[in-house]
């Protein structure tokens, strides 16, 4: 046991006790692992060591209770959980057989798995960055295992759609919008490396890293993901003039960096400008009907389907607002639907929208509480910051990449697909980390 002590805190530290030495190596390597397999392997193999590091953690919150009690994302934890199983009692009161019928109750609790993830990473800010480095590397490891690579890479560089084999163009896009993000945050610890070679070397990576993201975010031509970071890029640019007035040796810097940035955002977006007018084209009927206020006009294009199912959800989420229906009810209201034609009813079985999935399933009050779950990650994220237990670079990548994630989830269900729960615990739990940290500190 000395030796495993001796791994965990020379390599892997933690600023409070997460357990017996061989349980934290244990539940490292099944992070690792799951980060590594999970988009290239199936649900029968790769929940096996998240199930290992999900149990451990609930040993852990027993253990830890004095430090959990005061804790409210344990508490959001505990809603999630209860909150499915409540209302449906509720349904079942009302409807036996339609309560039965639909009922599905993990989604709305396994937007928190990234507690355990945190939890496991002993609030120490390098553990996160190793973790974001193995997600990234798994990420690559499934683009290369496409079988019809050299054909993807074709398609990209002639400005065709791609999704190199991974569920689908959307969910790339959110993947390598979560890995920009994270380059840029943390991309300038690469500059203060000592050694030559290895800052070469680091720098380089990085480099590499947001070249090949930005190349493939424009390749998989998803307006959310361009959305998204337009916008992200809009607070950045906002806070860099609010903070103007302080100016500070390292502003140019900053602004440097920022401007190469750009400048291959720029670069980027002209190389593929055929297909990102090509995409905006397609929908301009779509948003002549919204703004002249013809809803019942709207053309069934990308963005039309979109809102025509919204549409139908709406009347039946207006019906249960604050029990919802249950996980499965999804499916009955689109193919009951006397509006959608059948082409649709075919296609899709979702609604693009993960709130207002969330809301017809297990109510409003389960959107607000997602709402709630992004919000108090960003402040505690940040009151963690300000006391001294993370850097800003933490906090740029939380910041930026819950709203990049909660813009997204605007018009894709991420969170009702294990791929878009997967994203949510890479991006997470370098926020909660240090804020477990912060609460440690507290109860000293």
């Given at each position: ?47 096996y ?7 451990a953690?609930f040993?852990t919150?027993?253990q ?76 690559l ?5 496409d ?99 302080h ?31 090509e ?49 499965r ?13 059948d ?16 809301a ?56 009702f ?5 997967y994203?949510?615990?890479?991006l ?7 804020m ?7 109860l000293?």
């Amino acid at each position: 046991m000395s030796f495993l002590n001796t791994v965990t805190d020379r390599w892997f530290p933690s600023t409070y006790h997460r357990g017996p030495a061989w349980l934290v190596v244990l539940c490292l390597a099944c992070i690792a692992i799951t980060l590594m397999i999970k988009l290239i392997t199936g649900s029968s193999i790769n929940r096996y060591p998240e199930v290992i590091f999900t149990l451990a953690f609930f040993y852990t919150l027993f253990q830890n209770r004095t430090l959990f009690r005061s804790d409210l994302m344990i508490w959001f934890f505990g809603i999630a959980l209860a909150m499915p199983i409540v209302f449906f009692g509720i349904n079942y009161l009302l409807n036996p057989e339609l309560a039965v019928r639909y009922a599905r109750w993990e989604n709305l609790p396994r937007i928190m798995l990234f507690l355990p993830i945190a939890w496991w990473l002993g609030g120490q800010e390098r553990n996160s960055l190793w973790m974001l480095t193995v997600a990234f590397l798994g990420l690559l490891l499934a683009v290369c295992l496409d079988p019809q690579l050299n054909q993807s890479i074709q398609r990209l560089l002639s400005g065709q759609r791609v999704d190199f084999g991974i569920l689908n163009a959307q969910h790339v896009a959110l993947y390598f919008s979560i890995a920009l993000i994270g380059f840029l945050s943390f991309g300038h610890r690469a500059l203060r490396i000592q050694h030559p070679v290895q800052r070469a070397l680091a720098t380089l990576s990085i480099v590499a890293g947001i070249i090949i993201s930005l190349l493939v975010i424009f390749g998989t031509q998803t307006r959310a993901a361009w959305l998204g970071l337009l916008i992200c890029a809009g607070v950045w640019l906002l806070l860099l003039v609010a903070r103007s007035r302080h100016v500070s040796a390292k502003q140019p810097r900053w602004l440097a960096a920022g401007a190469v940035v750009l400048l291959l955002l720029v670069a980027s977006g002209w190389f593929f400008k055929e297909a990102v007018q090509e995409r905006l084209a397609r929908e301009s009927d779509t948003v002549s009907a919204i703004v002249s206020g013809e809803f019942d006009n709207i053309p069934y294009t990308s963005i039309g389907i979109r809102i025509n199912t919204w549409r139908e959800a709406m009347s039946w989420v207006a019906e249960r607002p604050v029990t919802g229906w249950g996980g499965r009810v999804r499916g009955d209201v689109i193919n009951t639907s006397e509006v959608l034609p059948d082409r649709v009813k075919q296609r899709f079985g979702h609604f693009h929208n993960s709130y207002l999935e969330f809301a017809l399933a297990f109510g409003l009050p389960a959107t607000l509480l997602i709402i709630a779950v992004f919000g108090w990650l960003v402040i505690g994220t940040r009151k963690a910051v300000k006391a001294g237990h993370g850097h800003n670079d933490t906090l740029a990548f939380t910041g930026y990449g819950v709203l990049l994630f909660a813009i997204m989830n605007l018009f894709e269900s991420y969170l009702f697909f294990w791929s878009g729960v997967y994203a949510s615990m890479v991006l997470m739990a370098p926020g909660y980390t240090i804020m477990l940290k912060h609460s440690h500190q507290r109860l000293r």
